[in-house]
Each structure stands twice: as C-alpha cells, then as structure tokens.
C-alpha cells in the first residue's frame, strides 16, 4: 500500500516509539565520562534537527570547567529561591525538597544557543513569526534528549537560571541566545513515570483533552480520533507482547 511505502520497519519504529516513551528529565547521574564517540553521534543527532529556512541557528557550548559550573550552581540557588516564592506555604516546602538539577554530579554541561541572524536577517519562511529561530533550537534539543535516551545518557533541562548570567560565566555574545542548560551524563536509572509525576507534584493530562478541530471552540470528544488516542489497541502493532 502506498500509505506504508515510506514506513520504517516495525522494529525501528518500535525503538523510536520506546525512546520517546522512556525519555526522562533526569537529575541524578553517575560519575562515568561519557566517550566522545557517543557523545558525537548525540551531537550529530541534535544536528539534524528541522529548522526553519534551514538556518540551522543552534550552537553547542560543552561544559567541563568545575568552576563555572560552581558559579552557574549558585546562580541556580538564587533563582530558586525566587521560584519558590510563588507558591503557596505547602507547595513551597514541598518544591523545595525536590531535587531539580544535576549541575556538578554530571559528567558534563551543555548550553544549546540560538543565532537569529546566522545568515543575514532574512530567513525564508520568517515574517511576522518573530521567534521562528527559537523554535527551531528547541527541536535541536529534543533531537539530543531522544539520542541521548537511545545512548542511555540521561538529560535535565535546568531552566531555573537566569540568561545574563550565562552569558556572564560562559562568556556568550549578546547576539547569541541561551535556549537550554543541560546536565548529561550516565543515570542512576530511567524511572517508569517522570519525577514530578512520581511525586504527586502533576499528572500527564489525557491526550484526548487536548484536541480541537477545525476551530479552537471545536474540542468534541466523541470522534473517533479522540477516543483512539485513549485506546491501548493502537500499539499492538508496535508492542504485540503488551
């Protein structure tokens, strides 16, 4: 059939489907290097992520150095401290037994950065979109996450910073933007649901809530694609033993 000319074979994407399902924010890591050659092929991953007009606006900033990462550590502390005063008494003590970083355990640190202008200022495919390039970087990052989830490399997103300080410690240019700080390394394990589910802190909302057709006011449950998106029966095919 024409529809499954294009198909990858069932056991390739049955390993995609596997990465993405057991893709986790990680915060505790083992001390093991990581060899270059796997990090690479990680890198190269990330490369090959969409961008629009092919602008390819990411760089990677690879962070060994014990003393910066000390000094991004306490930029971390500060921000924490804020973030923790925006909820309640309860939530507040609760978030702040949560650990949310990984910044010296880790292995290494790496800094994916946004060029806008890599090119010039016209992009083929930007014209009210301001942020086009922005979005672009972030597919650059989910490319990395899932190859380093394939590596067995666990990956967390630090986003409780503050970008002047990244520039400061890490010395980026004012042109270049820090889209995210991340901690990767070996983990400890891959735990079954994410953390912050796992600790009653939010849930996965349902798939089928999130839907709307046609139109935004158009979020009808009752079609078929709704209910089959709340259906196991769509993964036999891919996980037959399940």
């Known amino acids: 059939m024409a529809s499954e000319a294009n198909c990858l074979p069932i056991e390739l994407r049955r390993g995609f489907y596997e990465t993405v399902f057991r893709r986790r924010d990680i915060r505790r890591f083992l001390p093991d290097p990581i060899p270059d050659e796997v990090l690479a092929r990680v890198l190269v991953a990330a490369h090959h992520a ?9 760089n990677f900033l690879i962070v ?13 502390e500060e921000e924490r401290v804020i973030n923790a005063a925006q909820f309640d008494s309860a939530r507040r003590a609760e978030f702040l037994t949560l650990k949310l970083e990984g910044i010296l355990e880790a292995p290494l640190n790496l800094i994916v950065t946004c060029e806008r202008e890599r090119f ?15 979005y672009s970087t972030c597919l650059a990052v989910q490319n990395l996450w899932l190859a380093a989830r394939a590596e ?6 630090v986003s409780i910073l503050r970008n002047e300080a990244i520039r400061d410690i890490f010395q980026v240019p004012e ?24 600790v009653g802190w939010a849930k996965r909302l349902s798939p089928r809530a999130l839907l709307r057709f046609d139109s935004w006011e158009n979020e009808s449950h009752d079609g078929k694609l709704a209910r089959l998106v709340e259906d196991a029966s769509i993964w036999r095919e891919i996980f037959p033993s399940e």
């Open 50 to 58: 969409g961008s629009v007009g092919f602008t390819q606006p990411w």
């Open 64 to 76: 060994k150095d014990l003393d910066r990462r000390q000094r991004i550590k306490r930029v971390f």
């Open 120 to 134: 010039g200022p016209g992009v083929l495919g930007k014209t009210a979109l301001d942020e086009v390039e922005v």
């Open 152 to 157: 067995g490399l666990g990956v967390g997103w």
């Open 175 to 198: 042109a270049i933007l820090p889209v995210a700080y991340l901690c990767i390394g070996y983990a400890e394990d891959f735990p079954q649901r994410p953390m912050l589910e796992q």
